[in-house]
T-cell receptor, first 110, second 116 residues
Framework: DAKTTQPNSMESNEEEPVHLPCNHS???????IHWYRQLPSQGPEYVIHGLTSNVNNRMASLAIAEDRKSSTLILHRATLRDAAVYYC???????????FGTGTLLAVQP | GAGVSQSPSNKVTEKGKDVELRCDPI?????LYWYRQSLGQGLEFLIY????????KSGLPSDRFSAERTGGSVSTLTIQRTQQEDSAVYLC??????????????FGPGTRLTVL
């Protein structure tokens, strides 16, 4: 599976938007981009996924660069409950497992 | 509906003892995964079940680790002769396995294993 690169940590203020970047320069044409997050003392939870077009759901938005070598997870209004480690993961058809990197630890300040 | 459940939530054992960790996936989910999360290694894949068979066991760290799944539902991860480096949170996930690359995995709360 292609590798992803994320900043180790980011900080945000409550009720402000947060943009979490992910680089995946070796992505293949059939790889989907998935985001999961892990709140403290919990298992990971699915956030969003996409292939080429930008995606929106109730939790977040996913903006995918035109060349697909990077993507950005957007939390429109951060809350204290959004403090978590956010993982950007590429999914190919060759494997069913999730390969987690180190993720981005998001801190949200009141 | 009910999510993925795991038991026990915490397990403390002595070095050399065997332990069994249980996972109850979401009803109807055909795929089941085990991962572990330790301080030094992050989140790593252990094994994947499709139904009762395990087409991918590539993440099991040694032959002391084994897992089975019965009736296409409950799974048990067994660690024999536990070592201190086995201390970690063991996470189970399940998915409906509709389409691999877009399939969402649903995680349980994990079992925290401490080997003294």
């Amino acid at each position: 599976d292609a590798k992803t690169t994320q900043p180790n940590s980011m900080e945000s203020n409550e009720e402000e938007p947060v943009h979490l970047p992910c680089n995946h320069s070796t992505i293949s044409g059939t790889d989907y981009i998935h985001w999961y997050r892990q709140l403290p003392s919990q298992g990971p939870e699915y956030v969003i996924h996409g292939l080429t077009s930008n995606v929106n759901n109730r939790m977040a938005s996913l903006a995918i660069a035109e060349d697909r070598k990077s993507s950005t997870l957007i939390l429109h209004r951060a809350t204290l409950r959004d403090a978590a480690v956010y993982y950007c993961i590429l999914r190919s058809g060759a494997t069913n497992k999730l390969i987690f990197g180190t993720g981005t630890l998001l801190a949200v300040q009141p | 509906g009910a999510g993925v459940s795991q038991s026990p939530s915490n397990k403390v054992t002595e070095k050399g003892k065997d332990v069994e960790l249980r996972c109850d996936p979401i009803s109807g989910h055909t795929a089941l995964y085990w991962y572990r999360q330790s301080l030094g290694q992050g989140l790593e894949f252990l094994i994947y079940f499709q139904g009762n068979s395990a087409p991918d066991k590539s993440g099991l760290p040694s032959d002391r680790f084994s897992a089975e799944r019965t009736g296409g539902s409950v799974s048990t991860l067994t660690i024999q002769r536990t070592q201190q480096e086995d201390s970690a949170v063991y996470l189970c996930a399940s998915s409906p396995q509709l389409r691999g690359r877009t399939d969402t995995q649903y995680f349980g709360p994990g079992t925290r294993l401490t080997v003294l």
